[in-house]
């Protein structure tokens, strides 16, 4: 059965777009450390770990399949698939970058220290290789490039407009000194903010970044949901608007990053998407 992202792969012959291999390897280590941190986390400290639990079982239930079905794409020459493949490593790393920097450390410190270096490495193996002026002719000018940009713009604003009311009662009852607090702001929301301005403008890395961003913002509202039920199943009051909140994030995002994807014209076998 062909992905719905892109119907003709069956057509087509495997391994067209080169210089995949490096990144391929590394995401399957990336995958086997992913096993090892649910895991082995579950067995460390069952308790108090509603946080990581559950952001584990976002990676492990829809981070892993998508991460082996993304480069199985990529290499069948789909550019969807390449988008999707770089938007999970980049999941994967951020979503590991709080345990390495937030949280209390423990035996797995280096499995997580792990997940984030080859994550970001295949990443940006990925991206050093992109022509991201061919990523742009493969969606046309039918690409709803107003519309993701625009959301991902207003995501951006909207986000930065609570950290900062959030920041300014923090600083107000005493010092902000915890690294992991910046870490959305300055990567995510900048990053979302960015990439939105240059696809609403139509730019060539507008496209890429969209591609890539779109499916980690989507499972960054998943994972929040998944972190409050676990937190419920602790014992841990939440207001249950907030799960919600980031449930109809994920949807609606979700549901973008398809059209998007959707709208490319053009396979990367017929173009150079991939400079090597």
Same mark, same amino acid.
């Given at each position: 059965?062909?992905?719905?992202?892109?119907a003709?792969?069956?057509?087509?012959p495997?391994?067209?777009?080169?210089?995949?291999?490096?990144?391929?390897?590394?995401?399957?280590s990336?995958s086997l450390?992913l096993?090892?941190?649910?895991v082995?986390?579950?067995?460390?400290?069952?308790s108090?770990?509603?946080g990581p639990v559950?952001?584990d079982?976002?990676?492990?239930?829809v981070?892993?399949?998508?991460?082996?079905?993304?480069i199985?794409?990529?290499?069948?020459?789909?550019?969807?698939?390449?988008?999707?493949?770089?938007?999970?490593l980049?999941?994967?790393?951020?979503?590991?970058?709080?345990?390495?920097?937030?949280?209390? &450390? $423990? @035996?797995?410190l280096?499995?997580?220290a792990? =997940?984030?270096?080859?994550?970001?490495y295949?990443?940006i193996? /990925? #991206? %050093?290789?992109?022509?991201?002026d061919?990523?742009k002719?493969a969606?046309?000018?039918?690409?709803?490039?107003?519309?993701?940009?625009?959301?991902?713009?207003a995501?951006?604003?909207?986000?930065?407009?609570?950290?900062?009311?959030?920041?300014?009662?923090a600083?107000?009852?005493?010092p902000?000194?915890?690294?992991?607090?910046?870490?959305e702001?300055?990567?995510?929301?900048v990053a979302?903010?960015?990439s939105?301005?240059?696809l609403?403008?139509?730019?060539?890395?507008?496209?890429?970044l969209?591609g890539?961003l779109?499916?980690?913002?989507?499972l960054?509202?998943?994972?929040?949901? &998944? $972190? @409050?039920?676990?937190a419920?199943?602790?014992? =841990?009051a939440?207001?249950?608007?907030?799960?919600l909140?980031? /449930? #109809? %994030?994920?949807?609606?995002t979700?549901g973008?990053?398809a059209?998007y994807l959707?709208?490319?014209?053009?396979?990367?076998?017929?173009l150079?998407?991939?400079?090597?």
């Amino acid at each position: 059965m062909n992905f719905p992202l892109d119907a003709g792969l069956a057509a087509r012959p495997v391994s067209q777009l080169k210089g995949l291999e490096l990144p391929a390897a590394l995401s399957a280590s990336v995958s086997l450390l992913l096993l090892v941190s649910f895991v082995a986390g579950l067995r460390l400290d069952p308790s108090r770990l509603y946080g990581p639990v559950g952001q584990d079982a976002i990676n492990l239930i829809v981070g892993l399949p998508l991460l082996a079905y993304s480069i199985r794409l990529a290499r069948r020459s789909s550019l969807a698939g390449l988008l999707l493949w770089m938007g999970t490593l980049l999941h994967l790393a951020y979503s590991h970058a709080f345990y390495v920097l937030g949280t209390r &450390a $423990t @035996a797995l410190l280096p499995v997580h220290a792990a =997940v984030v270096a080859i994550s970001m490495y295949a990443l940006i193996d /990925l #991206l %050093f290789e992109v022509d991201a002026d061919a990523v742009k002719e493969a969606f046309g000018p039918r690409a709803p490039s107003r519309l993701v940009g625009g959301f991902l713009a207003a995501t951006a604003l909207m986000h930065l407009s609570w950290w900062s009311a959030d920041l300014a009662s923090a600083i107000t009852a005493g010092p902000v000194s915890r690294l992991v607090e910046v870490l959305e702001p300055v990567l995510v929301m900048v990053a979302l903010l960015g990439s939105g301005v240059l696809l609403w403008r139509r730019r060539p890395w507008g496209f890429v970044l969209a591609g890539l961003l779109l499916p980690k913002a989507a499972l960054l509202g998943f994972t929040r949901v &998944a $972190t @409050a039920a676990m937190a419920a199943l602790d014992g =841990v009051a939440i207001n249950p608007i907030q799960p919600l909140a980031f /449930l #109809l %994030f994920g949807t609606v995002t979700l549901g973008l990053t398809a059209r998007y994807l959707r709208s490319i014209e053009r396979p990367a076998a017929s173009l150079p998407a991939l400079r090597s």
